[in-house]
Nanobody, 126 residues
Framework: QGQLVESGGGLVQAGDSLRLSCSASGRTLLEYGMAWFRQAPGKEREFVAAISWDGRNTRYTDSVKGRFSISRDNAKNTVTLQMNSLKPEDTAAYYC???????????????????WGQGTQVTVSS
C-alpha cells in the first residue's frame, strides 16, 4: 500500500502560519480522497480537513474554516495543509490519511480512511 509521510510541523507563536505536507512513497494518491486529522494529548483524534481525489471538493471542521486550506498536487503526489492565524488550541499531532477511492465528496470520519501517516507535531505558544 505504500507509506504516507507528513512534514512541516514545528513550534510557532499564536498568529503564525505553518504549511504541512503529506507525501506518499510506493503508492499513488491520485485515486484517493485525502484528509488531515489531529490529536491533542488526552483527547480523541478529530477531523480537520479533507479533499476529494480530484481536488474539486473540500471540507473543514468549523474551528479551522477561514484559517486552514487543504490542497493537493496529484502530479507531485502530495497534499498540503496551509495553516494560518494559528491558535494555541491548534496544538496537536497532525496526521495525513488516504481513503474514499474515487469518492466525489470528502469524508470527515476516521473510519473512511485506511492509510495513515505517522504524524507531525504542531505546537502553538500563546
Amino acid at each position: 500500500q505504500g507509506q504516507l509521510v507528513e512534514s512541516g510541523g514545528g513550534l510557532v507563536q499564536a498568529g503564525d502560519s505553518l504549511r504541512l505536507s503529506c507525501s506518499a512513497s510506493g503508492r499513488t494518491l491520485l485515486e484517493y480522497g485525502m484528509a488531515w486529522f489531529r490529536q491533542a494529548p488526552g483527547k480523541e483524534r478529530e477531523f480537520v480537513a479533507a479533499i476529494s481525489w480530484d481536488g474539486r471538493n473540500t471540507r473543514y471542521t468549523d474551528s479551522v474554516k477561514g484559517r486552514f486550506s487543504i490542497s493537493r498536487d496529484n502530479a507531485k503526489n502530495t497534499v498540503t495543509l496551509q495553516m494560518n492565524s494559528l491558535k494555541p488550541e491548534d496544538t496537536a499531532a497532525y496526521y495525513c490519511a488516504a481513503g474514499l477511492r474515487w469518492a466525489i465528496l470528502p469524508g470527515n470520519r476516521a473510519d473512511q480512511y485506511d492509510s495513515w501517516g505517522q504524524g507531525t507535531q504542531v505546537t502553538v505558544s500563546s
